[in-house]
Nanobody, 117 residues
């Protein structure tokens, strides 16, 4: 599985962006998480979605961010509204799966989101 993120950029505070994460795989039923890492900080989970559509969010983004997926296109999205300067970070998607061979995860290359005040 190979993941490619897109959609990052520069936006003013209060603005919106939509990130995309596309998986190159014949069959893609992985749980996918969006993570972010700000300069000097640890990578943190922003949101997560299962193949069936169950979602979780970090408290800091609840009510502002929405995660979704289009299973027919192997693409996951993170809609980010009411962006704040503290949302500035490199955003990564991660696909995870558990099989008879154990746990596996794959990361995308990241996309930079910069929110100006």
């Amino acid at each position: 599985v190979h993941l490619v993120e897109s959609g990052g950029g520069l936006v003013q505070a209060g603005g919106s962006l939509r990130l995309s994460c596309t998986a190159s795989a014949t069959t893609f039923k992985h749980t996918v998480g969006w993570y972010r890492q700000a300069p000097g900080k640890q990578r943190e989970l922003v949101s997560r979605i299962t193949y069936g559509g169950s979602t979780t969010y970090a408290d800091s983004v609840k009510g502002r961010f929405t995660i979704s997926r289009d299973n027919a296109r192997n693409t996951m999205y993170l809609r980010m509204n009411t962006l704040k300067p503290e949302d500035t970070a490199v955003y990564y998607c991660k696909a995870e799966s558990t099989s008879s061979r154990g746990y596996a995860e794959v990361w995308g290359q990241g996309t930079l989101v910069t929110v100006s005040s």
